[in-house]
């Protein structure tokens, strides 16, 4: 089981930190990813981090602004936004694995709302 938080309201070029905790102690074995859903959109992908924090990757849309992360001890999936945009609105998502759309473990997810 995952739970996202930290989402809000901010305004274009403001930033937020999403997180992402994860119950159990397998959290550290799983490759993470984040996607997001806009209002009237599909999901859509925005960052994944390998297990071991050896690689990260990221959709060209954020690249550049996002930085994902993991805390393993802390059984923890951070997400840096910085310079947000209005096209950045949407409710974000995490679970284990890399496409997560259907996933059953994912979270209740966290809505990140930009405007002015």
């Known amino acids: 089981q995952v739970s996202e938080s930290g989402g809000g309201l901010v305004q274009p070029g403001g930033s937020l930190t999403l997180s992402c905790a994860a119950s159990?102690?397998?959290?550290?074995?799983?490759?993470m990813t984040w996607i997001r859903q806009a209002p009237g959109k599909g999901p859509e992908w925005v960052a994944s981090?390998?297990?071991?924090?050896?690689?990260?990757y990221y959709a060209e849309s954020v690249k550049g602004r996002f930085t994902v992360s993991r805390d393993n001890a802390k059984s923890v999936l951070y997400l840096q936004m910085n310079n947000l945009n209005q096209e950045d609105t949407a409710v974000y998502f995490c679970a284990p694995g890399y496409d997560i759309a259907n996933s059953p473990y994912r979270g209740p997810g966290t809505l990140v709302t930009v405007s002015s």
């Open positions: 159990g102690d397998t959290f550290g074995d799983y490759d």
């Open positions: 981090i390998r297990w071991d924090t050896k690689g990260e």
